[in-house]
């Protein structure tokens, strides 16, 4: 049984560029979800996705952030014109649609640093 | 949105028993998560508590007051692998949508 799998696992960048982050979940789970952690702070919500369809999206995403689920598997969170306040680990999860507690399982994470 | 307050850092000792707090505020409540985290590492889950009461899960446990938006987390027996961030999360149902929101975390330190 893997786990939720995440790549790159780093990734180092100048300010300006792309970067693609992908997640690929536990396979029987449904729900995919994206989160941002700095150091000292607990994950942030970025967004959420239900199969294919993305249900939830923070707030505080700005315009330079987009993600995809096609097909509802694997998933990938896309920042463009990267800049240094960008830098983070970038943590997706995936959880069970019903039954249960419905706990979120996490990937090791993508750390960006922006340069 | 929530409102989750926990400890920034505990020290305890080895062999002890530590009660981290969270207390919140959500309007759609439905459920309260433990996560630990140890430095460089994914979030592992430890406890759910949807229902007031506590939970008890070998060395740890996990109590929950929904009248008052508060839990703890206790730990028993502290060994030195305990050392590691606890994040208390809330799921909310607002919007339709069961996204659990993270605190800040409480960083624990356990020393011989």
């Known amino acids: 049984d893997t786990g939720v799998s995440q790549n790159p696992r780093h990734k180092i960048t100048k300010r300006g560029q792309n970067v693609t982050f992908r997640c690929d979940p536990i396979s029987e789970h449904n729900r995919l979800y994206w989160y941002r952690q700095t150091l000292g702070q607990g994950p942030e919500f970025l967004t959420y996705f239900q199969n294919e369809a993305q249900l939830e999206k923070s707030r505080l995403l700005s315009d330079r952030f987009s993600a995809e689920r096609p097909k509802g598997s694997f998933s990938t969170l896309e920042i463009q014109r990267t800049e240094q306040g960008d830098s983070a680990m970038y943590l997706c999860?995936?959880?069970?649609?019903?039954?249960?507690?419905?706990?979120?399982?996490f990937g090791e994470g993508s750390r960006l640093t922006v340069l | 949105g929530q409102n989750i307050d926990q400890p920034t850092e505990m020290t305890a000792t080895e062999g002890a028993i530590v009660q981290i707090n969270c207390t919140y505020q959500t309007s759609g409540f439905n459920g309260l998560f433990w996560y630990q985290q140890h430095a460089g590492e994914a979030p592992t889950f430890l406890s759910y508590?949807?229902?007031?009461g506590l939970e008890e899960k070998g060395r740890f446990s996990s109590f929950l007051s929904r009248s008052k938006g508060y839990s703890y987390l206790l730990l028993k027996e502290l060994q030195m692998k305990d050392s590691a961030s606890y994040l208390c999360?809330?799921?909310?149902?607002?919007?339709?949508?069961?996204?659990?929101?993270f605190g800040r975390g409480t960083s624990l330190i356990v020393h011989p």
């Open positions: 999860a995936s959880s069970r649609g019903t039954g249960g507690s419905g706990e979120l399982f």
């Open positions: 508590n949807v229902l007031d």
């Open positions: 999360a809330v799921r909310d149902r607002a919007g339709g949508s069961y996204i659990p929101t």
